[in-house]
């Protein structure tokens, strides 16, 4: 069993069909339009995945940086991605850019796979430090109901197609102990090898991800040197609610 997005990368997209990914970037631009001068023209999407947002936030004018720590993950996002694009295979807790950016983007619960002890923190300050003076931090975390409701100890089958037509099928089975804050999540992927043959190929992934509470995540932000501006429980910038799945913030780098 390997550890990563790697053997997912090919369908993670056909996988994850539901995500709204224009959502977050409309959420993007009302934190910009709320929270600074003007809106940002140097972008940075840590976590990019495939760089579905990446490209969409590209179209919509700003000049792009990815950076990702799965090489598979950005083979995808390579090929969906403008030339422009930057994409750089780093680490978010140890990354580099050539300058800093006017806004840093981080989806899809990609701070949660921070598991282990000061490695939020460390992401944050390496954040910061690629940040204008008042430029703006904007992500999300999975909630304590989504990690004791709908993580728990459930399984979940999802289905899929490939561009080239082979069906794609994965059977997602959680572990989360309450008591460590972390969820383990065991990923079994069967590939159809050619579209419509019935023969399959087996991968097994293993991913973690740590629960966040808001103290510890206000805590972090302001010991890296953020303001905190908000937290939302949706995209639309609505107050959070109990049963909310994610929790979306907005920060400022104070220099």
């Given at each position: 069993?390997?550890?990563g997005?790697?053997?997912?990368?090919?369908?993670?997209?056909?996988?994850?069909?539901?995500?709204?990914y224009?959502?977050?970037?409309?959420?993007?631009?009302?934190c910009?339009?709320?929270?600074?001068?003007t809106?940002?023209?140097?972008?940075l999407?840590?976590?990019?995945?495939?760089?579905?947002l990446?490209?969409l936030?590209s179209?919509?004018?700003?000049?792009?940086?990815?950076?990702?720590?799965?090489?598979?993950?950005?083979?995808?996002?390579?090929?969906?991605?403008?030339?422009?694009?930057?994409l750089?295979?780093?680490?978010?807790?140890?990354?580099?850019?050539?300058?800093t950016?006017g806004?840093?983007?981080?989806s899809?619960?990609?701070?949660?796979?921070?598991?282990?002890?000061g490695?939020?923190?460390?992401?944050?300050?390496?954040?910061?430090?690629?940040?204008?003076p008042?430029?703006?931090?904007?992500?999300?975390?999975?909630?304590?109901?989504?990690?004791?409701?709908?993580?728990?100890?459930?399984?979940?089958?999802?289905?899929?197609?490939?561009?080239?037509?082979?069906?794609?099928f994965?059977n997602?089975?959680?572990?989360?102990?309450?008591?460590?804050?972390?969820?383990?999540?065991?990923?079994?992927?069967?590939?159809?090898?050619?579209?419509?043959?019935?023969?399959?190929?087996?991968s097994?992934?293993?991913?973690?991800e740590?629960?966040?509470?808001?103290?510890?995540i206000?805590?972090?932000?302001?010991?890296?040197g953020f303001?905190?501006?908000?937290?939302?429980?949706?995209?639309?910038?609505?107050?959070?609610?109990?049963?909310?799945s994610?929790?979306y913030?907005?920060?400022r780098?104070?220099?």
């Open positions: 069993m390997s550890r997005y790697g053997a997912i990368s090919c369908a993670y997209d056909s996988l994850n069909g539901e995500v709204d224009a959502a977050w970037a409309d959420f993007a631009e009302r910009f339009d709320a929270y600074l001068p809106r940002p023209s140097l972008v999407d840590l976590a990019c995945g495939t760089g579905t990446t490209e936030l179209e919509r004018g700003y000049d792009m940086t990815g950076v990702d720590a799965s090489p598979e993950m950005l083979s995808v996002a390579r090929e969906r991605c403008s030339e422009n694009t930057l750089l295979c780093q680490n978010m807790c140890a990354f580099e850019l050539y300058g950016v806004a840093t983007v981080c899809l619960d990609s701070l949660n796979h921070l598991t282990r002890k490695e939020l923190e460390k992401c944050f300050s390496l954040v910061h430090n690629y940040l204008d008042d430029g703006i931090f904007l992500f999300d975390v999975n909630s304590a109901y989504r990690f004791n409701t709908e993580y728990a100890r459930e399984s979940y089958q999802l289905e899929g197609e490939l561009d080239d037509g082979r069906a794609v994965c997602w089975q959680n572990d989360y102990s309450e008591k460590r804050g972390v969820c383990r999540f065991y990923i079994t992927l069967f590939t159809e090898s050619e579209a419509g043959s019935g023969i399959y190929s087996r097994d992934e293993e991913w973690s740590r629960y966040y509470s808001r103290e510890e206000c805590a972090a932000l302001e010991s890296a303001e905190l501006l908000g937290v939302f429980g949706s995209t639309n910038m609505r107050a959070p609610r109990k049963n909310d994610k929790l913030f907005a920060a780098a104070k220099k």
